[in-house]
């Protein structure tokens, strides 16, 4: 049991290691506290039987990194919007385009007899 909380452990807190560094950091969180309960409950397996192994505690500072590191990122890191005016012009283009091709389709020539309808 021990072994299995250990390995989910280590596991979570390597994956929170590389997610945290992803530019979508703030997903890190989940296998953080993944690794921290399964780290906790080995922790108190390994403690039970009086061997505490080194490897728990490194995966409680792995784990502290990756949330040092996500939490850096989306406290420092902010993202610029820039120019929206431009965006604007141009999404109210494609829309005058799009309704000038809808209006040189001719809907009424369509036969319904072919349809079935």
Same mark, same amino acid.
């Given at each position: 049991?021990?072994? =299995? *909380? ?6 979570? #807190? ?5 997610? #945290?560094?992803?530019?979508? %950091? @703030? ?5 953080? =506290? ?8 080995? *922790?108190?397996? %390994? ?10 505690? *490194?995966? *409680? ?17 902010? #993202?610029?919007? %820039? @120019? ?34």
């Amino acid at each position: 049991m021990k072994k =299995t *909380f250990t390995i989910l452990a280590i596991i979570a #807190s390597v994956l929170a290691i590389i997610i #945290s560094v992803l530019p979508l %950091s @703030n997903l890190a969180i989940i296998p953080c =506290t993944i690794a921290l309960i399964s780290g906790l409950v080995a *922790f108190y397996l %390994s403690r039970k039987r009086g061997e505490v192994k080194k490897i728990i505690q *490194f995966t *409680f500072l792995l784990t502290l990194i990756a949330l040092a590191i996500s939490g850096y990122k989306s406290l420092f890191n902010t #993202s610029k919007i %820039s @120019n929206t005016k431009a965006l604007e012009i141009k999404e109210a283009q494609s829309e005058e385009e799009a309704i000038e091709e809808l209006n040189e389709l001719d809907i009424d020539e369509i036969e319904l007899e072919d349809t079935g309808l």
